[in-house]
């Protein structure tokens, strides 16, 4: 404590005026008869939203953690049956199946053993939740949680960057279970990530997911290994959301087919034969999160090149053959574009507040501000008064 | 009424947007929406004015100036920002800065 002796006011701000808000709209949200839930999911929307624009440093820690195990938990009822099917589906898997980076096979499982203890250290410490650094802990050697994301639905993504520089995300299970290490005997069992692909929405942006599940992984002398880590691949999921379900289902059914059990090991072996083949029919390895030059966007580039040139066409056609076409470009070079290229920025700083004076004395200005917030270089900042000078 | 000045701040993007998404799923109207804005601009004035208490000093080169309806907008360029305990610099910054006597009174907008 003795550290921090100028702590940054905007998160306690900023907290404060959402309870306020919250508080106060409370009955305005009961007089138009709307539930209770709506206010909350109000209120959790507004912090995810805080929280994803990193303009505030140490939001919400432990708080946040707490409130996303409790609407996991929520979730969890919600989704328990897609969860539940595919758990039975995914767990039987024998033969470790990781594709992408060959890890060693017994290494990850020590790792995983010796680290389960650290588990609720590194939960405080990051400020992630228990299910995210479990799985976090999990991963095999050489694959680093790059960063974490949080859906609109409250849900816990991780982008994990391997070690050959392919790019997953990792969803986060619904339940928040497996935090406390079923020991099973002589064996340490890594929480279940399941593969629920639902389509995720809007803010989050994928291309391809991968979704990774460790399995039961059993220590022990001699012992089969029940399965390390699958590692499915889902290609295209946000273009063509339609065909990743297909596929998910493909593969589902190829699971399903294989093994209902949870612990028959040699379906597990025809599971393992029958998963690459539908995934090898997938692109490997999609690499991008976001971004230009993926499959979907090369459609749509044809289309527009196509239709750039229809129009170019008849322009021809239309100005004859007096070179009409090159009037356009020329009539372009007018415009004066200054404005455009000051607008076009990604993070303005801006600051809002209130001016008190504004001084000039022939090109020096001097400025007196107050109550104001500052959006700097991404961050926020906010103060009382701020005093300024500046030469025009 | 409060100044409205501050919904386009990190937090009040954020109200704005989640807001935007329950209309947009129908669990609230549009009306209750503007209403929660409204005190949300309440709520903004008041822990400015009364729970905020330190000082900025910047410094910079002015680019534009424009002062319309009450409002004065800068646009200010190389400028540092001094905190006691930090210091930023930006290349460019927009202030926007709504007339602060008599804030009570003023009509926002």
Request: proline share 5%; hydrophobic share 35%.
């Amino acid at each position: 404590m003795a550290s921090s002796a100028n702590s940054n006011p905007v998160p306690k701000l900023y907290k404060s005026v959402i309870e306020d808000v919250i508080n106060e709209v409370r009955e305005l949200f009961l007089d138009e008869g709307v539930d209770e839930q709506v206010l909350l999911e109000l209120k959790t929307l507004w912090e995810n939203k805080l929280l994803q624009s990193k303009a505030v440093e140490g939001f919400h820690t432990e708080e946040q953690a707490a409130l996303q195990a409790a609407q996991q938990q929520q979730q969890q009822q919600q989704q328990v049956q897609q969860v539940q099917q595919v758990q039975q589906v995914t767990q039987p898997a024998q033969a470790q199946q990781v594709i992408l980076p060959p890890p060693q096979q017994q290494a990850p499982q020590q790792q995983v053993i010796v680290q389960d203890s650290k588990i609720l250290q590194h939960m405080s410490a990051t400020g992630m939740s228990a299910a995210a650094t479990a799985a976090a802990l999990a991963l095999p050697t050489g694959v680093t949680p790059y960063q974490q994301l949080i859906t609109s639905q409250g849900q816990i993504l991780q982008v994990v960057r391997a070690a050959n520089g392919a790019q997953f995300i990792i969803q986060q299970p619904q339940q928040q279970i497996l935090l406390q290490q079923q020991m099973q005997p002589g064996g340490v069992q890594a929480p279940v990530i399941q593969q629920v692909l639902t389509p995720l929405q809007g803010g989050l942006p994928q291309q391809t997911g991968v979704i990774i599940q460790p399995q039961q992984i059993v220590l022990g002398s001699g012992n089969k290994v029940q399965g390390n880590t699958q590692v499915m691949q889902a290609a295209a999921m946000a273009p063509q959301p339609g065909q990743a379900a297909a596929q998910v289902q493909q593969v589902q059914q190829a699971q399903g087919a294989a093994a209902p059990q949870v612990t028959t090991q040699p379906q597990a072996q025809q599971q393992a034969q029958a998963q690459p083949q539908p995934q090898a029919q997938q692109p490997p390895m999609m690499l991008q999160v976001d971004g230009a030059g993926d499959t979907s966007s090369e459609e749509d580039e044809d289309e527009e090149e196509e239709y750039d040139e229809d129009d170019e066409e008849e322009k021809d056609k239309d100005g004859g053959e007096d070179g009409q076409v090159e009037e356009e470009p020329l009539n372009s070079g007018d415009d004066v574009s200054d404005e455009e290229d000051q607008e076009l920025f990604d993070t303005e700083n801006v600051v809002v507040c209130q001016y008190d004076k504004i001084h000039r004395s022939k090109n020096k200005w001097k400025f007196h501000l107050k109550d104001g917030i500052m959006n700097l270089n991404g961050r926020d900042y906010v103060f009382s008064k701020a005093i300024g000078d500046a030469e025009w | 009424m409060a100044y409205q000045l501050y919904r386009n701040t990190t937090l009040g993007n954020s109200l704005q947007e989640s807001l935007d998404e329950l209309i947009q799923t129908q669990q609230i109207t549009p009306q209750l929406a503007l209403q929660v804005l409204l005190q949300f601009d309440k709520a903004i004035n008041t822990a400015l004015a009364n729970r905020v208490r330190n000082r900025v000093n910047f410094r910079g080169s002015l680019n534009t100036y424009r002062f319309c309806d009450n409002v004065w907008t800068f646009v200010l360029n190389d400028v540092e920002f001094r905190e006691v305990t930090d210091l930023v610099k930006v290349d460019k910054v927009k202030i926007v800065a709504c007339d602060g006597k008599n804030s009570g009174s003023n009509a926002a907008e």
